[in-house]
């Protein structure tokens, strides 16, 4: 269920305002919110029952409310992961024991170990809203490798805070309902029933403003656990050690999928490539701008973790800016002491995991990147018989480089910018391919497109800021990363707002030049699948010098050769992939959930382009 995010983000602020002078109300008030919610689903069924039973059989009535109870019954899908036993890893479950008497947790009921740089801990409800919870704790083997014992009991401290006994109980059913309702909100959105919409539409962004600020406090509570548990140091560097290795996985998944390629099947290593990889030392630099980088944003409302900076205050710890404050290297590690000789097992089991679940999304990728490859070829050889437009001649040095021909990559876009000085992206992707293979030249080409557009620091930042300080230049960077501690709020409300696509929209012409105009009609006529397309560009509050550009695009049958037709999110991909056009576009198809996308769209002036 959607909601206006300026008007969440200041009730939020409203709120945390009310609770912190009246605590005790607050709660109250929470308290009553949640007895509404369920007064009303059973004011609805009970009234719908008696209804029922006075016009027809009880049978009926019975049936009926069932099958209305059902739209609050959430599914769960039980998460993803290789299932562990104290017999075969006892000093983990041992420390998870000690762990959980010291503070009075409800029983653990699974234990899995993951592929992620992360841990969790996981109370699914059986019966959606009406509960019978199971407890799943999730540790990825990842994290373990990339922290410390201590560390990692910092972690686990974290985690199992959240069902700490010795927390408020209140909290924890807070925790608990509001997590139930996120899932409902997820997996009915707009198809719950007439008669349940208006109150769920209002009721479930409302409970989920008023539970977000004591979910945030709720955050705080568990890194106190882990504070009394491991120690400040061990809390403190742990959150550190986390985000830095986390940049690096980032990183180190980046490369992984590259490979997809030219490889079609998923390989049978990933989680251990990835471990191997993770070992290997990390420059100071990069740890320090990928730190720095952290340290920069702000706590907001779309996430109820606390920023890092937040967190580390409350600790009480302090750090120097500039000096790594914590070891790259690890002797021992939390995978060596708490998985012992099993880890080997656990990770050939995560691979193999890997494998079988990561298998269709590697073959998409696969997929995709053969499109890329064919429009690469299709683009030179175009080039050759035609001068292509500006955002052709970018479209074809980007996937130049793709496919492994850096230095002529590199003379495509140095060409681009002489051609077009004033092309932003040309000037952009220049300086950070440049700056990602370790040549400052880069920085100038990024800088010049910051300038231009400002919105392109949060993108390009890391290259930037690693670039500045490589080359000396401290205070440059110190003022970049001020300007991107400012502006990344704004940045994150762009985000927030383009993401949502309801057809309500405000729509004006995109106003691009004939030259592109012509060359995206070109395209798009190749695809006897695509019946229509109209573009247009998206008003936005936030950001509007970003333009946002929506593509609409209506399937049909190849008569001409249906049993080789795409179907329609083939072409939505195929379109995506080989869309010669550097700004942000989404790329929609029209369907019965978008018929109002479709009616906004068609009554923009020249919009129609197919």
């Known amino acids: 269920m959607t909601v206006n995010p300026e008007r969440f983000d200041t009730l939020i602020k409203q709120l945390e305002g009310y609770a912190s002078k009246h605590p005790q109300t607050y709660r109250w008030r929470v308290t009553l919110l949640i007895i509404l919610g369920y007064a009303y689903i059973l004011l609805i069924l009970g009234s719908i029952a008696a209804l029922l039973v006075a016009v027809v059989a009880i049978e009926y009535a019975i049936l009926v409310v069932i099958g209305l109870a059902s739209l609050f019954w959430v599914k769960i899908t039980p998460p993803i992961g290789v299932p562990v036993d104290r017999a075969r890893f006892p000093v983990l479950f041992e420390e998870i024991d000690r762990l959980s008497a010291q503070l009075n947790t409800p029983k653990i009921d699974r234990v899995l170990l993951t592929a992620d740089l992360n841990a969790a801990v996981l109370e699914s409800p059986k019966f959606g809203l009406f509960g019978w919870y199971t407890n799943y704790l999730l540790l990825g083997v990842p994290l373990m490798q990339s922290v410390t014992p201590g560390q990692f ?86 959150l550190l050690q986390i985000y830095i290795k986390g940049h690096h996985a980032v990183k180190i998944w980046a490369d992984f999928y590259r490979c997809a390629a030219q490889q079609p099947q998923p390989p049978d290593n990933a989680v251990s490539s990835l471990l191997e990889h993770l070992a290997t030392p990390i420059t100071p630099e990069e740890a320090a701008t990928w730190l720095e980088l952290e340290l920069a944003r702000q706590t907001d409302h779309h996430d109820t973790h606390p920023c890092l900076s937040a967190r580390l205050q409350a600790y009480g710890y302090c750090y120097t800016t500039g000096e790594l404050p914590l070891p790259l290297t690890i002797e021992k590690t939390a995978a060596n002491h708490f998985l012992g000789k099993e880890a080997d097992w656990a990770v050939a089991m995560l691979d193999q995991q890997w494998q079988t679940e990561q ?194 695009i209506m399937w049909q049958l190849n008569r001409h050769d249906p049993i080789h037709s795409l179907r329609e999110w083939e072409l939505v991909e195929v379109v995506s992939q080989t869309l010669c056009l550097s700004m942000e576009v989404r790329v929609v198809p029209f369907h019965d959930r978008q018929r109002q996308l479709y009616y906004s769209l068609r009554k923009v002036p020249g919009s129609k382009l197919v």
């Open 153 to 238: 009991q910092a972690t686990l401290a974290h985690e199992l805070g959240h069902l700490s006994g010795k927390h408020s109980r209140f909290s924890g059913w807070v925790y608990r309902i509001r997590r139930a309702w996120a899932l409902l909100s997820a997996q009915q959105g707009d198809r719950v029933s007439i008669l349940m919409y208006p109150f769920f539409k209002w009721y479930e962004p409302f409970f989920r403003a008023y539970s977000f600020v004591l979910s945030r406090s709720d955050e705080y509570y568990a890194d106190r656990c882990a504070a009394e548990y491991a120690g400040t140091q061990n809390a403190a560097e742990d």
């Open 359 to 552: 298998g269709k999304q590697w073959q998409q990728e696969y997929a995709r990147a053969q499109l890329r490859w064919r429009f690469w070829q299709q683009l030179k050889q175009r080039q050759q018989s035609q001068a292509l437009t500006v955002e052709e001649s970018l479209k074809l040095a980007l996937l130049t480089a793709e496919f492994g021909e850096l230095a002529a990559a590199i003379a495509q876009l140095k060409t681009l910018v002489q051609q077009a000085p004033d092309h932003t992206m040309s000037h952009y992707r220049l300086g950070e391919l440049l700056l990602q293979h370790r040549s400052l030249a880069g920085l100038q080409y990024l800088e010049t497109a910051i300038l231009q557009q400002p919105y392109l620091l949060v993108y390009g930042f890391e290259c930037l800021y690693a670039g500045l300080k490589q080359q000396g230049r401290h205070e440059q960077a110190a003022a970049y990363l001020q300007q991107y501690r400012e502006f990344y709020p704004l940045w994150q409300r762009s985000r927030q707002e383009r993401h949502e696509l309801t057809g309500k929209e405000l729509f004006q012409p995109h106003c691009l030049s004939s030259a592109t105009t012509k060359q995206i009609t070109w395209q798009l006529n190749q695809y006897p699948e695509l019946r229509a397309a109209y573009l247009a560009r998206r008003q936005v509050k936030y950001l509007p010098e970003n333009p946002c550009y929506v593509l609409g």
